[in-house]
């Protein structure tokens, strides 16, 4: 299994970036996946899961309204959207398949994990 997370990069607070995470290895289209961060010096935290068909969603209180979750199963893609960026949402955020096809929260429940895209918020 392999998860290439990609988008990160330097924003202005304020602004906007897209993630993607493409998946190869498993059956992508019954797979819950999630989107986790750490930033530096802190734990891994929960960000936004999505079902295996897209129709259940979970967001972690800090980034609801800001950012969307959402795959597109025909690309074995899940990406995340992040608007009205702030300088706490910098940290490396990962991504991570759930063989449960529910929005899994807690980072246990994820048996893969992509490498990591750093997002720095620049004030």
């Known amino acids: 299994v392999q998860l290439q997370a990609s988008g990160g990069g330097l924003v202005q607070a304020g602004g906007s970036l897209r993630l993607s995470c493409a998946a190869s290895g498993l059956t992508f289209v019954s797979t819950g996946m999630g989107w986790f961060r750490q930033a530096p010096g802190k734990e891994r935290d929960f960000v936004a899961a999505?079902?295996?068909?897209?129709?259940?969603?979970n967001y972690a209180d800090a980034v609801r309204g800001r950012f969307i979750i959402s795959r597109d199963n025909a690309k074995n893609t899940v990406y995340l959207q992040m608007n009205s960026l702030k300088p706490e949402d910098t940290a490396v955020y990962y991504c991570?398949?759930?063989?449960?096809?529910?929005?899994?929260?807690?980072?246990?429940?994820?048996?893969?994990w992509g490498q990591g895209t750093l997002v720095t918020v620049s004030s």
């Open positions: 991570a398949a759930n063989l449960n096809p529910g929005p899994q929260r807690g980072e246990y429940d994820y048996e893969y």
């Open positions: 999505i079902s295996w068909n897209g129709r259940s969603t």
